[in-house]
């Protein structure tokens, strides 16, 4: 199984501040990593697909890259509605796994 | 516009089993393949399984494989997951979603979630 670390776990910042964060794989997962944004008591919502393709109605303030094992979601700058958990997913290998999840918070 | 509505919540006792379902509007069902994955409080999503609508093909984790079943009814645009031999590691909140296509394994819905509790 394909083992997704994120990293920080927790992200303290301030509106407009720019956010980065990490996903990191276990094994290779080529272009297959997706991401979500999921905020309290909500189902998670597709931001990314294949690494930097964003979903449609996401803002161009959000960016993806990467490839591999190690890739990197961007929030250019931060809106009051982006303060939430962010999770990546792996669609490369069977079974499909997420990572532990980054909470991007008001510093 | 894509819906994707969850039964409620559910409470059994360990041992038992479950059956959530997941009526779809807003698309033609049977193009689409469903999955279901599971959060418990405070953990990751889980991937459970998918079903094509379709055809009525199935895919599960190996961790769920022997008691999760997943099944669709088409003429009811509805998905259902049923899990057995309840744990109280199973207390989750349970999700359908739906697949971005035919098979890219990633999820552009989701329905509200169905809270199952396992209790004594």
């Known amino acids: 199984e394909i083992v997704l670390t994120q990293s920080p776990a927790t992200l303290s910042l301030s509106p407009g501040e720019k956010a980065t964060l990490s996903c990191r794989s276990s094994?290779?997962?080529?272009?297959?990593l997706v991401w979500y944004q999921q905020t309290a008591g909500q189902a998670p919502r597709l931001l990314i697909y294949?690494?930097?393709n964003r979903a449609t109605g996401i803002p161009a303030r959000f960016s993806g890259s990467g490839s591999g094992t190690d890739f990197t979601l961007t929030i250019s700058s931060l809106e009051p509605e982006d303060f939430a958990v962010y999770y990546c997913?792996?669609?490369?290998?069977?079974?499909?796994?997420f990572g532990g999840g980054t909470k991007v918070e008001i510093k | 516009q894509v819906q994707l509505v969850q039964s409620g919540t559910e409470v059994r006792k360990p041992g038992a089993s479950v059956k959530v379902s997941c009526r779809a509007s807003g698309y033609t069902f049977s193009t689409y393949i469903m999955h279901w994955v599971r959060q418990a409080p405070g953990q990751r999503p889980e991937w459970m399984g998918w079903?094509?609508?379709?055809?009525?093909?199935?895919k599960y984790s190996q961790k769920f494989q022997g008691r999760v079943a997943i099944t669709s009814d088409t003429s009811a645009s509805t998905a259902y997951m049923e899990l057995s031999s309840l744990r109280s590691e199973d207390t989750a909140l349970y999700y359908c979603a739906r697949d971005y296509g035919g098979g890219y394994f990633y999820f552009d819905y989701w329905g509200q979630g169905t809270l199952v509790t396992v209790s004594s």
């Open positions: 997913q792996q669609r490369s290998n069977w079974p499909l796994t």
């Open positions: 294949d690494v930097s």
């Open positions: 079903i094509n609508a379709g055809n009525g093909e199935t």
């Open positions: 094994q290779s997962v080529g272009s297959y």
